[in-house]
């Protein structure tokens, strides 16, 4: 462990003596699975900036949390509703409070068969061998540390199984809610997500914090896509301001699988977002889209990278930001195009608004191309908002806020056009507007 | 209505508007005309409220009120209106919507109801009516792809549907079509009423055979330099700046 890592320490003491208690210890490949991890997070440590991938962002906030013993014992609250973005009836939910499933708060009636949705805590229990497949389909990821921090300590979170051809009509809603009302607490959730061949889903993730309240979230996604399987994944960070919030997305796509991803960020005072995307075989496709939203002293980072595995693949990337006060936003996009992927196709586009001058992007989009029929391309841009259209506006009549409003709203809107499911647009929108209204 | 004494603007260190006089009575059109340069947009974006300009001398009443104090949201609510020379675009935001917060936020400076989206429309059906223009416009977004005369007619729907008192077109006929010209001139005619004034920037005499000004005035480097009636308009036409060029230096 690296001298200067203080932060590791707290985790890596408290293994041994929680170990027994982490669901799945009565299965052995399951305490072997998380021994390993241990190990492996033990030798990286909390990545630093001195990690070339971690460049701009530091883990040191955390320390702030001041997590105690306890912090990784879970820490249940009493709620009595969740807080649903979709009309009740209207989708599928699952419900997870401080990290932890709820049934009671869930809605699981009517899933069509073939399709299993469930907490990989209860499943390690019930159907242990489900949950080791699908852990053991992204074993071949290395030097994540955050997701070995995970695999040692996770606990629980989505399990969504689709057999081939099956197809979820309605929207899976995956709601966290977080508080730390009753302390402070740091835990590891781990999706586990595959979808076999030809299938389709829809998730629309939320994560929610009580305003004020310290945690720490480290998530981890295995997300696995079959041969023509389409997974459209949008997602809305709006933890609360103190929190930090740490997730890993890994994503393996088959032949003509498609990809359709969407992270707006709103909250957490400290936020990362690391995607992985393996486009394995001809035809596989990705879409990464987002906004982040800052302000304050808030700090966000995005970061991609997409691997382009076999010929034919495609992924198109368009993020907004908008960057207020102090804030802070990195984006890091890392294309890697192997020798192998001729024609392929790789788009990227970061643009950021800039609200003050002490707001601050930090941007690094990084083409690595090793084949030669290849068409990529990538545009980063940060600017203020746009003074004649400002004026224009304003001349109309509208104030000086309403005018920024209606352009920031506009700039990112540029990227809400690009999420696929256009019915569940207008929810993003919404959310943006709550933010420009506060 | 408008009083403009000794208007003296800067931009960036440099003296461009240098003592504009300049009085617009209620019902009156008034042209200005002018080399390029001299400061015709200067003084309309002065008017308007565009930050950029140091007012280092003279005042703009409006209505016997100080405009220049005021935010350019607040002059509009007074009524003053600028058809741009040049129009910005704006992607992302459709004329409807922004015609709609525009119209309200007037309305509600003016202490009136705003309108729901209902009323709205009936208010754009009745205005491409009269102006002729078609309605596909509306839900695109702001001047972004449109033809320089599309963007000219974009203002002058926007006008039609502001219904300002004093409306500054700003060589809003340069490069229209015939057709187009007609638009904005019946855009403008529509607004003529004894309360109302508009003061036109052009080059040509063209604009001003559809929208008959009662005073012309020549702008040269920063100074009105001339005025006179519909005639001096056609005088300028033929015999062109020179004059006033090397009278103003
Ligand atoms: N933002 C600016 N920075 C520097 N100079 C400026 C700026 N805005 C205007 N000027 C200068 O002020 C002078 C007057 O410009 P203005 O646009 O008012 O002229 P105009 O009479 O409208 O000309 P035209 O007939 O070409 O439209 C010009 O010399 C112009 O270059
Ligand atoms: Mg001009």
Known sequence: ?438 | MLEIKNLHADVEGKAILRGINLTIQPGEVHAIMGPNGSGKSTLAHVISGRDGYDVTEGEVLYHGKNILEMEPEERAGEGVFLAFQYPVEIPGVTNTTFMKEALNSIRKYRGEDELDAMQFMKVIREKTKQLGVSNDMLKRAVNVGFSGGEKKRNDILQMAILEPSLAILDETDSGLDIDALKTVADGVNLLRSPENATLVITHYQRLLDYIVPDFVHVLAKGRIVKSGDKTLAQELEKKGYAEFTDQAA
């Open chain 1, 1 to 438: 462990m690296k001298q200067d890592n203080v932060m590791t320490t707290p985790f890596v003491s408290q293994y041994d003596n929680l170990k027994q208690a982490l669901p799945g210890y009565s299965q052995p490949w399951m305490t072997t699975l998380r021994d390993r991890a241990m190990e492996s997070f033990t030798q990286a440590g909390l990545p630093t900036q001195r990690r070339e991938s971690w460049k701009y962002t530091n883990l040191r906030g955390l320390q702030q949390l001041e997590l105690t013993e306890r912090a990784l014992e879970p820490q249940p609250i009493s709620i009595d509703r969740a807080p649903s973005l979709l009309p009740e009836g209207t989708a599928h939910r699952v419900v997870f409070v401080n990290g932890g499933f709820r049934p009671d708060l869930s809605d699981l009636a009517g899933l069509p068969e073939g399709v299993i949705v469930g907490s990989v805590a209860d499943l390690a229990e019930r159907e242990p061998q489900r949950v080791e497949a699908l852990l053991a389909a992204h074993s071949d990821v290395e030097d994540q540390p955050l997701v070995a921090l995970n695999t040692a300590f996770m606990r629980d979170g989505l399990l969504l199984e689709l057999e081939a051809g099956r197809k979820l009509d309605r929207v899976l809603e995956v709601i966290h809610v977080n508080s730390a009302e009753n302390g402070v607490f740091a835990h590891n959730a781990r999706n586990l997500i595959s979808l076999g061949a030809g299938s389709e889903a829809t998730i629309l993730e939320h994560h929610t914090g009580l305003n004020g309240t310290a945690y720490y979230i480290n998530a981890a996604n295995d997300m696995t896509l079959a041969e023509d399987a389409t997974l459209r994944h949008y997602r809305i960070q709006a933890e609360g301001t103190n929190a930090v919030h740490t997730s890993t997305m890994n994503g393996h796509l088959s032949g003509n699988s498609f990809y359709d991803g969407y992270t707006l960020s709103i909250g957490a005072a400290l936020s990362r977002n690391e995607t992985n995307m393996k486009l394995t075989a001809a035809g596989a496709r990705c879409h990464l889209n987002g906004g982040y939203l800052m302000r304050d002293k808030q700090h966000c980072d995005t970061t991609t990278v997409v691997d382009h595995l076999s010929p034919q693949t495609s992924c198109r990337e368009v993020f907004k930001g908008v960057l207020d006060d102090r804030s802070r936003g990195v984006f890091q996009g890392r294309i890697v195009v192997h020798p192998e992927a001729q024609q392929t196709d790789g788009h990227q586009l970061n643009k950021v608004l800039l609200l003050t001058d002490t707001a601050e992007i930090n941007a690094k989009p990084e083409l690595e191309i090793y084949a030669d029929d290849v068409k990529c391309s990538h545009g980063c841009s940060a600017g203020e908002v746009d003074h004649d259209a400002l004026f224009y506006l304003r001349s109309r009549g509208l104030s000086e806020t309403s005018a920024k409003a209606l352009l920031i709203q506009a700039f990112l809107a540029e990227s809400v056009s690009e999420i696929g499911k256009e019915e569940l647009q207008d929810l993003f929108l919404e959310k943006i507007s709550d933010w420009l209204a506060i």
